[in-house]
């Protein structure tokens, strides 16, 4: 049994949890006994499984190489899944390096292959990063014989990328992963065109699994943008695995194990196309419905979404009750100078006229903007959304 990580964005820990649990990957949880194998970690806690410009959380959890496999195909809240390597105490720089050179490092790495390594220091002897990262590629050539080539890893760059390590010195003690994923994992291949302020698939997915949506009942997005929300529905509908049509980190490991791989993707079973709900996504802006049809179609689901180019007022939703979930503008993702309040206000309204009843989900990080809308939601669920803290707030139509 290995040690995974499941890196998330900050706040979608517990989303992350509940698809581990539904993987078979952790145990669950029961209401008298507490959780043995769950360990949620902010980024005081956890630094190491941060990327630049986050301050990533996640859940850590163990299993065997089919295990790693099936969670980059799966996860749908999940930003990448690490690999623990090892944990060992250096106080000491030539420490560092032979207890690093121990590391099984031949399982993920071919000699002279290039890493990009990130390195965080907190609390420790050993405090300079660089000088932590000389060293451990110095380990990494003594196990595998040619010196590491150190290169930072580009998620737009063609061919091979580096193979991502990251190495978190605490209190003397220094623990260091291998990233399994490559890309992040919201880069799931389909979305290509992207409208203002385009929503990450991810939180995307994390809006839908937070709202409640059943997969089964009708989905309204008025303000679709370049389609994230509509098209991670139809792939949770259809059951389609996010990860089914990428390249992973893992895949250019020497011990990759290629028929394991299309095993797994091969044992998905998807569900009919004639028990898909009925999914609406419309915004007044041309391009956007361009882009977001276009997206569709490179997802495979473009079938699954009626689209239209339509004011919030002209909605006309399914026989209901069913989901609204949708991530409206807000000051800080369009311009700070634009009064929004009516377009909430309207929004409320036509919910009332047309959506009486149904389960509401709306993505905003200001609450006088939520209030227009008239609404009784529930702001408690939060993340992060481009950098900046955002609620999702729930409710229903009343």
């Not at 309040?341 to 047309?354: D, E, I, P």
Request: hydrophobic letters at 40%; charged letters at 25%; proline letters at 7%.
């Amino acid at each position: 049994m290995e040690t995974f990580f499941a890196v998330t964005s900050p706040g979608l820990e517990e989303l992350a949890a509940q698809e581990l649990r539904r993987l078979g990957l952790l145990p669950k949880e029961l209401p008298t006994r507490r959780p043995s194998r769950v360990r949620r970690y902010s980024s005081a806690h956890y630094d190491h499984s941060r990327l630049p410009g986050e301050d990533s959380g996640g859940v850590a959890f163990e299993g065997e190489l089919a295990d790693l496999y099936r969670a980059n195909l799966h996860l749908r809240t999940a930003s990448r899944v690490l690999v623990r390597l090892g944990e060992f105490n250096a106080t000491g720089f030539a420490e560092l390096r032979k207890k690093a050179g121990r590391l099984a490092w031949g399982r993920y790495l071919t000699p002279g292959q290039p890493v990009d390594l990130r390195v965080t220091c907190h609390k420790s002897r050993l405090y300079h990063s660089d000088a932590v990262a000389e060293r451990v590629a110095g380990a990494i050539g003594d196990c595998l014989g040619r010196p590491a080539l150190l290169q930072k890893l580009d998620e737009e760059q063609a061919g091979q990328p580096p193979q991502l390590v990251v190495v978190r010195l605490v209190n003397d003690a220094c623990a260091i992963s291998v990233d399994s994923s490559g890309s992040l994992l919201h880069r799931r291949g389909y979305r290509l065109a992207t409208a203002k302020a385009p929503l990450r698939e991810t939180l995307a997915a994390a809006m839908l699994l937070a709202a409640g949506w059943d997969a089964a009942s009708p989905l309204l997005d008025p303000f679709c943008g370049s389609g994230s929300i509509a098209i991670e529905a139809a792939l949770l509908a259809r059951g389609l695995p996010p990860g089914r049509s990428r390249r992973f980190a893992f895949m250019d490991w020497p011990g990759y194990d290629r028929k394991l791989w299309e095993a797994l993707r091969a044992e998905v079973q998807t569900r009919p196309a004639t028990e898909l709900p009925p999914i609406q996504a419309s915004d007044r802006d041309a391009g956007a419905i361009e882009m977001a049809r276009a997206n569709a179609e490179r997802a495979g689901v473009a079938e699954f979404i009626e689209f239209s180019c339509q004011a919030v007022s002209a909605i006309q939703p399914p026989e209901g009750p069913g989901w609204v979930v949708t991530n409206p503008p807000y000051g800080l993702r369009v311009s700070a100078n634009r009064d929004l309040r009516n377009l909430y206000a309207q929004l409320g309204h036509v919910l009332k006229a047309h959506c009486m009843g149904w389960h509401v989900a709306i993505l905003c990080n200001d609450p006088k903007l939520l209030s227009q809308t008239g609404l009784r939601l529930d702001p408690s669920f939060s993340m992060v959304n481009g950098g900046v803290k955002v609620r999702l707030a729930r409710g229903r139509v009343a």
